[in-house]
């Protein structure tokens, strides 16, 4: 199909597509590092740790320029946990439904799918639908990306649409999607297009839970066959 800009093709997934796909899913995941150590330094934890580390160094060593840097070295510390955190979250995804995407959303006669929004012959967006692991009886929606220059243009509520219009003809009547708290664009859009929250928790992880890391669960089209 073709947007309404006619600047971009929204197309299914080829084998050609694989290396861009996974670029765009792993570069819009790290964009959130920042947010995620700030959200870290807020917990009553991190904070304690900064000021112990000040007081215990002023008693050793009594400068308060040796004390400004030990606690740059805890933040720094901090920062790269957040990082390591965030870098096992990307494997996570690439290990899993796209290390091996036509298996994932392109089987024959599946009720799942994966597309791509391309212009001028680049991978700027994905989207995939297929059924959810967490709750059976229902599809998720995933990979909804778009690259950082090409946002603000209505690419993803236009791949959403694509998706959402696939299961519709398939009669699935219920679809949910996973997303963080730092995702604030991706919320507006979501609601945008009929999904509403129903449920929040930790990340369950202990990096999640030392930062209270929250994950939203989103649903559409409950007890109705889905339409725009």
């Not at 604030?184 to 945008?192: E, F, V």
């Not at 928790?201 to 030392?210: C, I, K, M, T």
Request: glycine share 8%; charged share 20%; with cysteine.
């Amino acid at each position: 199909m073709m947007s309404l800009s006619l600047m971009y093709q929204i197309r299914e997934y080829r084998d050609a597509d694989y290396t861009a796909v996974r670029m765009i899913y792993s570069t819009g995941f790290r964009e959130h590092v920042g947010t995620v150590y700030l959200q870290a330094l807020k917990q009553p934890w991190a904070q304690a740790l900064l000021c112990g580390a000040f007081l215990l160094i002023q008693v050793f060593f009594g400068s308060f320029l040796t004390c400004i840097m030990g606690v740059g070295g805890v933040l720094l510390i901090i920062r790269m946990s957040v990082q390591y955190f965030f870098e096992q979250g990307i494997q996570l995804g690439l290990n899993e439904d796209l290390s091996d995407i036509r298996s994932s959303y392109m089987q024959t006669g599946s009720k799942s799918s994966f597309w791509v929004a391309e212009e001028k012959g680049s991978i700027v967006g994905t989207v995939g639908i297929l059924p959810c692991v967490e709750e059976p009886g229902a599809w998720e929606l995933k990979r909804i990306s778009v690259k950082r220059e090409f946002r603000g243009r209505g690419l993803a509520k236009a791949l959403c649409k694509t998706a959402l219009d696939f299961v519709a003809r398939h009669n699935v009547r219920r679809v949910v999607l996973f997303t963080s708290m730092v995702q604030t664009d991706a919320h507006k859009l979501y609601n945008t297009i009929g999904f509403k929250k129903e449920e929040e928790f930790v990340w369950p992880s202990l990096p999640g839970r030392l930062i209270k890391f929250m994950v939203f669960k989103y649903s559409h089209g409950t007890g109705d066959v889905m339409s725009f």
